[in-house]
């Protein structure tokens, strides 16, 4: 049996490396031909009306008003040097299971806005867990510098979630985070601002 060469052993080489190359570039090359067609036909969200229920996936988000307050829902003060912008909503989780996904659906469209404090309106309590298909009239507070200036209509957008039965890293079941599903401008009152 006659061995190869070394000559007949770098071609080889030399072309398996070229033919995985080959097909690493084209899955680049795809890879980065879909991102651009996804970017591309990436339509425009749909701007709602105040009071209009949007279906964002795990909840069903309804943002009525927006204000700006002195005080907390639950009735503390706000520290010095804040204030707080209040938007009063409706929230169900039409999942069968308890919830307390909720805080990153509805955000401001202002630069570097914190993490929202949610608050039930029929207690003013903290809201924690969201029951199944119980909807709660919420306040939702974002403490921002009582020095920045906010619009006189407030853009806010509501972002989506998607089920799938298998996460790609444990194979679990959940509720993960899609895109924004629309956009609600709501006038901003400036009744209970510090003056």
């Excluded at 080889?12 to 879909?34: D, P, Q, Y």
């Excluded at 009239?137 to 989506?160: F, M, N």
């Amino acid at each position: 049996m006659k061995q190869p060469s070394r000559s007949q052993k770098a071609r080889k080489a030399f072309t398996a490396k070229l033919i995985a190359g080959i097909g690493g570039f084209a899955a680049a090359a795809l890879s980065l031909g879909l991102s651009l067609y996804q970017a591309r036909t990436a339509g425009e969200i749909a701007t709602v009306a105040p009071g209009t229920s949007v279906d964002s996936g795990q909840w069903n988000v309804t943002l009525y008003s927006a204000r700006v307050s002195s005080e907390m829902p639950d009735g503390s003060r706000i520290p010095d040097g804040k204030k707080a912008l209040v938007v009063e909503a409706a929230l169900e989780n039409i999942t069968e299971e308890s919830s307390n996904l909720y805080r990153r659906t509805i955000r401001p469209d202002l630069a570097d806005a914190p993490e929202p404090q949610f608050y039930l309106m029929r207690d003013r309590g903290t809201l924690w867990d969201l029951q199944p298909l119980m909807p709660e009239k919420i306040a939702v507070v974002w403490q921002v510098p009582a020095s920045q200036k906010l619009p006189d209509r407030l853009s806010l957008t509501i972002a989506g979630t998607t089920y799938k039965a298998k996460d790609n890293l444990y194979a679990a079941p959940g509720w993960f985070p899609a895109s924004d599903v629309a956009k609600v401008e709501l006038p901003l009152s400036q009744q209970g601002a510090a003056q």
